[in-house]
């Protein structure tokens, strides 16, 4: 068997805070097979598809397809333009594609290529569900709307959409007024987990978690800069909430670095962004070595998803998996059949060989690309 092509689709949906663009990757073979992947930059998807297509074109036709590393490695090595948020998310959508096509071959599901499943049920957290900038109270009611769903688990970010760098005094209080609402709505057992998108200097991101630590965070997301890695430990070392961080971060050698100088507690690479499931289980076996737990990152569509949740499922240090799908609209779901549903706050593994999924092309080319603005898309990339 050998790839004979590539085909890439790109299509929209939309949640409270944000429009998505996701792009669909499928490798195809001269007997029919085909393996589906994610390249999704959530940004300058058209470009990312340009390059993938002159991937295949220059390397991947007519290559074995079952040669993952083989072909993660020389499509990393032979390219001058090394590493990059939009070299690595082609190099992601490939490989998640190739696993694919692997699985279905062997007629296994990829957690079973990857060593075989530690659980059979995978924790997830609620991500998507809040309004952006939002009082106490609305946020509150929010929450409890989420809890009623099932899930033991949410993220959000308290600080509105104008503090960078550092934060007024008012919109301290505000931020910390809605973390207080939120737990209070939803109670002791649940889990909050306060997002910063990479806003704040050291000593604002080290005030407001040190205001916010008694209504026990479960974390504290990407509260300085992914650029600099000494901002990062020092305010892991000056607080009493795990920090998280990564999604902004590509291929294995940053991850490498914030483990070796204990700047994280939990690891979130983005499978469609930092290397795809090759890449990804490095990541988590050198996070393994110093017991850093892994969250992986998931703005994604059911197709990247669904990967997380394969790649989850192998790992021994899987801590808990980003869940956005229940906040889109309701074609998320019928685009890709196989996604598992949350429920109590967990996931079931995926059956079928290699991803388990199949698209519904139909609907797929109902909900073409929606062009963004550039400076929307920056804050809400991350949400």
Known sequence: MKISGIKTNIFSSMHRNAKRNWLLVRIQTDEGLEGIGEASMLSFDPIVAALLNEWADNYLIGKDPMSTQVHWTRLYQDN?????????????????????????????????????????????????????????????????????????????????????????????????????????????????????????????????????????????????????????????????????????????????????????????????????????????????AQHVMMAPHNTNSAVGTVASLHLDAAMPNFLIQEYHAEFYEPHYFEVVNGLPRQENGYVDLPSGPGLGITLNEDILNMHPYQPLGISKNLYERGI
């Open 80 to 288: 001058l333009d090394k590493g990059g948020r939009l070299f690595s998310t082609a190099l992601s959508g490939i490989d998640i594609a190739l696993w694919d096509l692997k699985g279905k071959i062997l007629g296994l599901p990829i957690y079973q290529l990857l060593g075989g499943p530690y659980q059979h049920k995978l924790r997830v957290y609620a991500n998507g569900w809040y309004t952006n900038p939002a009082s106490p109270s609305q946020i509150a009611e929010e929450a409890e709307a989420v809890v009623s769903m099932g899930y033991n688990a949410m993220k959000f970010d308290p600080f509105g959409r104008s503090s960078y760098t550092t934060i007024s005094r008012e919109e301290a209080q505000l931020a910390v007024d809605r973390v207080a609402a939120v737990r209070e709505a939803v109670g002791p057992t649940v889990d909050i987990l306060i997002e910063v998108h990479a806003k704040f200097n050291v000593y604002t991101a080290v005030d407001l978690a040190r205001r916010m630590e008694e209504f026990s965070p479960f974390w504290y997301e990407e509260p300085v800069s992914q650029e600099n890695l000494s901002e990062m430990k020092q305010v892991k070392d000056r607080i009493g909430i795990p920090v998280a961080t990564g999604e902004r971060l590509y291929l294995k050698f940053p991850f490498f670095e914030l483990v070796k100088n204990q700047a994280a507690d939990i690891l979130q690479p983005d499978i469609c962004n930092a290397g795809g499931i090759t890449e990804l289980q490095k990541i988590g076996a050198l996070s393994e």
